[in-house]
Every structure is written in C-alpha cells, then in structure tokens.
C-alpha cells in the first residue's frame, strides 16, 4: 500500500523530470528538473528495498553530479540559449548538430529501443511480478565488495586516484617553469 | 530495537496497529517534531541576538514578551507581512524553488535524528549516510538561489556557498566514516548503543584519533552550515548579504530557517557520534515513559551546549578569507581526516576496539595485582 504510494510518487518525479530535462530550452532549468529526477530514481531504490544504493543516489548525484553540472553550465555562460531559425524557417536550437550527427543518433536510438523491446517483450509474456524478498544490508554489500568484486572495487580506487592527481595536475600554479625562466 | 516511533508505542502498548493508525500517528510524529524544529529554529535566532548582546555586553531584544523571548513571533508576524518581491530579470522558477530545496533537505534530515531511543522517526539502517546525502541538497538550493537571483553579490555568494560545501564535505565525510568503523554500523541507533551514557565511553574520549575527529567534525559542520568564522556566502561586508541578498519575506525567512534548524542538526549528529547521544546515567527510567524523557532532556541539553558553542564562536572569531578557507580544508584538514582514518583503523585493529579507558583500566588492575605480591 504504502510502497505503492510511493512507487508512484517516484515514478511519476522520474519520468515527469526526465521529460523536461529535454524539453525545456533553459540549460539551468533542465539541470534542476535532472535533479528531481534523480531523486525520483532513489525513491524508485527505496521501492526495492535497496535503502544503501537509495542513500549512495542522494551522496553521489545530488551532492556531486548536479552541482558539478551546474558550476560547469554557468562557468560556461551557456544558460541563454537563443532560438534561432534554420533554412527552412524552422526553430532550431545551436549545437543540434548536423547530419553525421543525426545518423548515428538514430542508429543508437534503434538499438537501445531493440534492447528495450526485448527487455519489456519478455517480460510482458511472463506477466509475474516477482516478489523480492532481498533484504541487502551494508554488510552484505560492503562484504560482496570486498570479496567477489574486490578487481573491480581495486581499480575503480586505482581510477579514482588518477583522476585525483590528474586534477592537482592541472589546478597546479606553474611555479616552477617561472623559475626557470 | 524500535524501527520507528510507532514501533515503539506498539511495543510500549502490547498492541499492533492496523494501516490507517500507522499512518496517522506517524504524521502526528512528523508534524510534532518539525514544529518542535521550526521552534528551535526560531528560537535560535532568539539565542543568537541574546548571547552576542551578552557578548557584546548590551541587552538584546527585551520588548516582545518576558525578557523578549517572543521576539521570533514577532518577526515570522514580520516576515509573513512583508511584501514578496521577485526581481524581473530573476529566473522565476528557480527563485522560488531554490529556498524549497534547501528547507526540505533540512527537513528530510530530521527523519533519522535520534531523539531518544523511542521517538526516531525512523531508524533506517543507513542513517547517518542517508543524512549526508539529503543535507546536500542545501548546497544545491544555496547555489541555485545565488544563481536565480540575477545580481553579482547573490551569485559570489552562491558560487562561494556551494563550492565551500562540496569542500568540507570531504573531511566531515572521512570523520563520519572513522566513527561508523568503530560502531560498526551506518544507523545511528547503533552508533549511540556502541557508547555509555558517562563520559568514559564516549567515542570522543575512545582514542586519541576520534578526539582530533570530533574538532574536525565540528569545524566542517560550521563551514556546511555557513557560519561564521565561514560565513562566506553571506559576509554582509563583502557581499551584502550573499546568495539572499534578493529574497525578502517568507523566502528569505526559509533560507534562515533552514540554516538554523541545519545548526541543531549538525549539533544533533555530533552529540550522536561523539558525545554519548540520548544515553542516560545508569540507565534510570529504563526504556519505558519516564526514560524517553529523561532521554530527551539529555539529547536536547547535549545538542543545546553545542549550539551555544556555534554562536559563541561566531561572535568571538573574525571572518575567514577566501583563499584561505580551501587551504583548510584541503590542505589541514582533509590530511588531518585522511591520517585520523588510518590510525582509528590500526587502533581497532591492534586493540580489538577497546577504548583508552579500558586499556588503562586494565593496566591499573594489573598494576595493583602486581602491587599484591
């Protein structure tokens, strides 16, 4: 009852957003309605019973992900996008790109909608909803981790350091080459 | 263990509510404590203008009610009256989502504050990491309302605010992880069952790391919460007011409302990791009525001392400047967190989780046996 209410909640705040996301003309607002989206995404977690990854939604992208977007959309002034008019008096928006681009936009588009298909097909033909009864915990998670996928958890932080001195890197005052010249 | 407050008066009353009951008493919880929220909130601006009067050695408001108590009334009756402007040029949407945004991260945090140890609203088991996450939508509501309203002193503001957040999400983070190892669970219920109610067996008094942890833990949380000596975002000397210079009335009142209901929280959470939580001396009362409100006074005194501490230190200490805000956290204090995590790691380790007390207790025993001989 409860968890249906909820379900439909965080569905509708995940697709209502998701659609505005590419509707909407104003960068910042798209970036906003990603945001409720996404939030929607961890109720949607919460629906599975799987409160750690709900938590880790919020950490990651609410905290990091969105505001990341937003210093990189207003650091890059593309917030005023100006409606423009293509040859054939339609509006379009710059940065749509051109033919190339489109091509392989449907291209991807078909296979990702295959995959979809095949997904939503098989599983209209069962039309069971399986019960879940997974109740995982932190500790399950954090022994799986530590276990099973101990590569990956390993080079993720191998990554995650690159990125890390890669970022000192760049932010570094050059003192040295001043020195030398 | 109670899951929930309703839990908890289903245990306390022998008898297993039905749906609507569970509904309807949850929202009575909810609404309770958010009001109780909303006071505090309120009256922290009170305490705020009374402890920097004392400070400052003046009287403070004293009109409104006795000793000027009511003066928070005074100024929601204000805030309510005032006249709600949006600037043209603001981005309308945003401007009015913006203080939302942060009033509701505030508020989804209360949801796993532990009060006492019947009334958490809900003692998810990812607590404490559930309440990082939703805190950080206030950055995300503090940047946005920098950003909606459309003038240079909101948006350095903003700019400032978000970028100081994300920061000193770093080193409370690690701080926080340090202290979840040694409880051995992320749900905050756990984390106070790991401590006793006298000082002895508090985490801060566990080891030598966890002592540094807890002035790490409280230095970011007043640079999470803006206040001073970080109150960058809003340095009224630089910036006018920062990221609200623009709002007025009730948008404005939500901005200050969120921020002080943050400070009690951040208190709330440092009481809870650190100073032994709703925990009360040789458990009087037990788990029954009676506890519940001992606990309640002790959380409450324990996250109130601490608020005091906030204030005081915004009224003693000068501002920071920028630049060298980030070489705190980046460069004293996330080290500071980084090197903490590991000697917290090799102290479990080597001492299988006792704390100092125990360790010299047992030293003291030993010492006395061998006095015997």
């Known amino acids: ?181 | 263990m109670n899951q929930t407050i309703v839990s908890y008066i289903e245990h306390l009353t022998d008898k297993q509510f039905g749906f609507g009951i569970t509904v309807a008493l949850f929202f009575l919880a909810v609404f309770l404590l958010v009001n109780v929220m909303a006071i505090i909130g309120g009256l922290g601006t009170y305490a705020e203008r009374k402890i920097s009067a004392d400070i400052q050695m003046r009287q403070g408001p004293n009109r409104v009610g006795p000793y000027g108590i009511l003066q928070f009334l005074a100024d929601g009756v204000k805030m309510i009256m005032k006249e709600d402007i949006i600037p043209t040029q603001a981005d309308k949407l945003i401007f009015t989502i913006a203080p939302l945004l942060c009033l509701s991260g505030v508020l989804a945090s209360l949801a796993v504050l532990p009060i006492s140890s019947g009334f958490t609203l809900s003692d998810l088991n990812v607590g404490i990491f559930y309440l990082l996450g939703v805190t950080s939508l206030v950055g995300v509501g503090v940047f946005l309302g920098g950003y909606a309203s459309n003038s240079k002193w909101a948006m350095l503001g903003g700019m400032r605010g978000a970028s100081q957040i994300i920061s000193y999400e770093v080193p409370v983070t690690l701080t926080i992880l340090m202290m979840v190892m040694l409880a051995g669970g992320l749900s905050l219920n756990t984390l106070i069952s790991g401590q006793t109610a006298l000082p002895h067996g508090w985490y801060i008094f566990h080891n030598p790391f966890s002592f540094i942890g807890f002035f790490i833990y409280f230095i970011g949380a007043l640079a999470e919460t803006n206040r001073a000596p970080f109150d960058l975002p809003e340095a009224e000397s630089e910036l006018v007011s920062g990221y609200h210079t623009e709002y007025s009335g009730m948008r404005f009142a939500f901005f200050a409302l969120a921020e002080y209901i943050e400070v009690f929280v951040v208190c709330a959470v440092a009481t809870a990791l650190f100073l032994g939580g709703y925990k009360v001396p040789f458990n009087v009362g037990g788990d029954g009525p009676i506890g519940q409100i001992l606990q309640l006074v002790i959380f409450f005194s324990k996250s109130f001392a601490l608020y005091y501490v906030v204030i005081w230190v915004r009224w003693t200490l000068p501002r920071l400047r920028v630049d060298h805000l980030m070489v705190i956290c980046w460069k004293y204090l996330t080290p500071i967190a980084l090197f903490n995590l590991v000697g917290a790691t090799l102290w479990v380790y080597l001492f299988e989780g006792r704390s100092i007390y125990l360790i010299l207790k047992h030293f003291a025993e030993a010492h006395m046996v061998g006095g015997g001989h």
Do not use: W
């Open chain 1, 1 to 181: 009852m409860f968890l249906k209410f909820l379900f439909y909640i965080s569905a509708f705040l995940t697709v209502f957003g998701a659609i505005s996301v590419v509707v909407t003309r104003n960068l910042i607002h798209s970036c906003v309605y990603l945001l409720f989206s996404l939030i929607g995404v961890a109720g949607l977690y919460l629906t599975l019973n799987a409160e750690f990854i709900a938590a880790t939604q919020l950490v990651v992208y609410v905290g990091g992900i969105v505001v990341l977007l937003l210093f990189a959309i207003m650091l890059t002034g593309g917030s005023n996008l100006k409606v423009l008019v293509n040859k054939f008096g339609l509006e379009s928006t710059p940065l749509m790109g051109n033919l190339k681009t489109y091509i392989f936009a449907a291209l991807s588009g078909l296979v990702l909608a295959a995959v979809l298909i095949k997904i939503l097909f098989s599983s209209l033909l069962k039309s069971s909803t399986v019960s879940n009864n997974f109740f995982t915990t932190v500790e399950d998670v954090g022994v799986k981790l530590l276990t099973d996928h101990i590569l990956a958890f390993e080079l993720s932080s191998v990554l995650l350091l690159g990125a890390l001195v890669g970022a000192a890197i760049i932010a570094r005052p050059q003192r040295s080459t001043e020195v030398e010249e």
